[in-house]
């Protein structure tokens, strides 16, 4: 079974460059998560989508960072314009959300440098 | 106050050895799940187990179990039989089912070293 599709795995891109981060969940999931890794930070919850909608965005950082998803089975994170406190591992995760708790099953992340 | 707490940040344990990874919780939802995650130097992060707050025994997933104390609020997860591949970051999370999102919050997180 394919797990949740993360692209590109790496990036690499000079600040003030658009960033767009891709992510494919898996297939019937209806829940999709975009979480940033740091080291400072630790791991932190973006934006939550369910059944396509945006539910919460309260840890998008600024208005730099937008995410959309067009569709059940693809979302996107952009980042426009880039900076290096940008720099992180970006993670999708996707699950069923239904009235039992269901485990959030994570791509294999994009690790992004912004310079 | 923190919702998730894993009060070690770093433990060692040698092969073959037994480990207990520390995870405390705090919520007055009485609905709620609890998550272990692995994530190995490589980067992924990799679901282990869950336990719901009803159940009546402690789940367990081949060496991972979870020593599951409700009126204490702990979630501990037990490796047995320590392998070097277990070398890890690991994360506790919770989900809490009457908030009505499907988030989950997680712990800072408990670095393992297996040495031979």
């Known amino acids: 079974d394919a797990g949740v599709i993360q692209s590109p795995r790496h990036e690499v891109t000079e600040m003030g460059q658009e960033v767009t981060l891709r992510c494919k969940p898996i297939s019937g999931h209806n829940s999709l998560f975009w979480y940033r890794q740091t080291m400072m930070r630790g791991l932190e919850l973006l934006i939550y989508f369910n059944n396509n909608v945006p539910i919460d965005d309260s840890g998008m950082p600024e208005d730099r960072f937008s995410a959309k998803m067009p569709n059940a089975s693809f979302s996107t994170l952009k980042i426009q314009p880039s900076e290096p406190r940008d720099s992180a591992v970006y993670f999708c995760?996707?699950?069923?959300?239904?009235?039992?708790?269901?485990?959030?099953?994570f791509g294999d992340g994009t690790r992004l440098s912004i310079l | 106050a923190q919702k998730i707490t894993q009060t070690q940040p770093g433990m060692f344990v040698q092969e073959k050895e037994a480990v207990t990874l520390d995870c405390t919780y705090d919520?007055?939802?009485?609905?709620?799940?609890l998550f272990w995650y692995k994530q190995p130097s490589s980067g992924e992060m990799i679901f282990l187990i869950y336990?719901?707050?009803?159940?009546?025994q402690n789940a367990t997933e081949g060496r991972y179990s979870l020593n599951f104390q409700k009126a204490r609020k702990s979630a501990n997860l037990v490796i047995s039989a320590s392998q070097l591949g277990d070398s890890a970051m690991y994360f506790c999370?919770?989900?809490?089912?009457?908030?009505?999102?499907?988030?989950?919050?997680f712990g800072k997180g408990t670095m393992l070293l297996v040495s031979p």
């Open positions: 995760a996707s699950t069923f959300t239904v009235r039992q708790p269901q485990p959030q099953h």
């Open positions: 336990q719901g707050s009803y159940d009546q």
């Open positions: 919520t007055s939802d009485p609905s709620y799940g």
């Open positions: 999370a919770m989900r809490e089912m009457n908030s009505g999102y499907s988030t989950l919050t």
